[in-house]
């Protein structure tokens, strides 16, 4: 297998908190393929945004991710690059989508100057021309009448619109990795479909490798390659979309997609996991989901589980696995 | 001396010119522009009244004509003077409005008739004084806020966008300031940097920036967590660019109305300066000074009191009035939906 086009190994995100440092994302590690989608999945909270935001190095102080953490892109490692290399890196090389396009826009400046930013900031190619660039891209996002919403504020503009024009901001100079945080979460479901077909179609002709975070099984399901499962900061389990889907082996994941609501459950009680989510800082000892897990035993509350691979591309972290194989 | 306001005219007419052009491009700025406009057309009236006069009374130059006469000889006059000839028309001393003998001894005027508001006690007539004065007042209020505004925001912006230590230290600049009673700050460091326009604009700036900064600043810190701000991040813009770009346009609104609030007050503390002796020359707030002792006479004079109150009563509610109608239009708040 060739190198991945992003490779995070070993990635920690810490916050000062109440006596030392809080880690908000503990030692984690994934790899994404140039043109795969990998879904970071999880409940709020669990650092699916810090490890996006440590991607990007835009982790905001006093947070810091520690030493010791390794991201590479295309071989490059990101972590030592310079603060100018690396403003290089955002938007060209990374583009990023978020939660909210409502406020995600500039409200005094008009959404074609926007996009504009990013292009003649990475370009370094004439207004008229990065103009023109903005129009064939809008169209190219779908959005209708591009020579005038050029010149459209964004409060003139609906909700997918919006979204629109930030995926247009974003892919302007055609980045190697996607970013999407939550990108259809603020959206109406049938706006919700036309975003995630966009990202798709768009994505599979630049050959753009996506990371999409979610919380969202059917976005999962629409979109993506693989699915890694993170919870209190770790990756619990990963594996390719069939796998994960169809195959769940760790109990939080079983649990997560036992409380999407089915058609064919209606009328009976929605399954929940019980409990919350701990806040960082306050994880339990052993394997830290073994307070709200169904089938916690004995080695739970005292040693953290082991990452198991289940298959070539499955693995998950849960001691029911590592008994399971020696019975 | 004179020449130097000739190219400042020179220069705020460009600038004029310039600002009209963009805000006649940029829809967002045209379609407010055009909205105040629909919504005080009087008040607007009357700052353009002003800022003319104000103007005519900038523009000053020495002729060949002027300097054969032995009392302006060598001093420039601005179009005002020109109009006025004050040097003439003047009286021996107090005379009321439209009188044909002094208000004292009634011997007839030189001009019978001719002052509309009067004369005043050295008999310069009180409508040349009044005008004289709106340069005066829009310099206080104008040269001040160039001080104010740049030091403010510098400071503001700088404090709210970086924090940590900077904004330390620039609350801690702050706080001193504030802790001082501003009146006794202004009366020192009018001793120190003299008497004279730029230097009193000079002492209410430092004293007065304060305030604003504490606005850009607050402002700024909830800017930098906007969600517009972290997409500029994330697309590589740099931190310069960042406030230029999407910091800055976003506070513009709050310039310009801290702008014309700050102007009034300004103009109204030139009025307590001169109440203390440390005004500026030919102002109103002198004029209003020395026309307090008269009050007390009987029959009063009045004349004096009211060309430099109406005058500054008008300007003040005109500023006022366009500043409460500007925060009406850009807060969304209070923004009529309009497409």
Redesign the interface.
Known sequence: MSAPLLAVEGLSVDFPGDGGRVRVVDCIGFSIAAGETLALVGESGCGKSMTALAV?R?VA?PGRIEPGSRIRLEGRDLLSLSV?E???????RI??I?Q?PM????????VGE?VM??IE??AGIPRAKARERVIELFGHVGIPDPARRF?A?PH?LSGGLKQRV?IA??MAMRPRLLIADEPTTALDATIRAQILELLRTLCAETGTAVLLITHDFGVVNETADRVAVMYAGQIVEEGTRLEVLSQPRHPYTQGLLRSIPKPEARGARLEEIKGIVPRPGHWPPGCRFHTRCPFAFEPCPVRAPERTALSATQAACCHLLTREARP | MHWVSNIVVVLLIVGAILAGRHVARDRFWRENAAQLWRRRPFAIGVIGLYLFLALLDSIAWIDPASEANALTSGKPRTIIDRIFQPERFKEASYSAPLADAAFYGGQPLLHPGAHLLGTDLLGRDVVYRTLKGVRVALLIGGLTSLVVIPIALLFGVTAGYFGRRIDDAVFFAMTVLASVPSLLLLIALIMVLGKGTVQVCVALGVTGWVHFCRIARGETLKLREADFVAAARVLGVSEATIIRRHILPNIAHLIIITFALSFTALVLSETILSYLGIGLDGSWGQMIDQARNELSRTPVIWWNLTGASVALFTLVLAVNMIADAMRDIIDPRTRREER
């Not at chain 1, 690396?86 to 060209?92: E, I, K, L, P």
């Open positions: 990007m835009l102080k100018p690396m403003r290089g890196v955002r938007g060209a583009g990023m978020f909210e406020t995600s826009l500039n409200p005094v400046t008009t926007q930013e990013a900031l990475h010149q504020y003139q930030m901001m974003a």
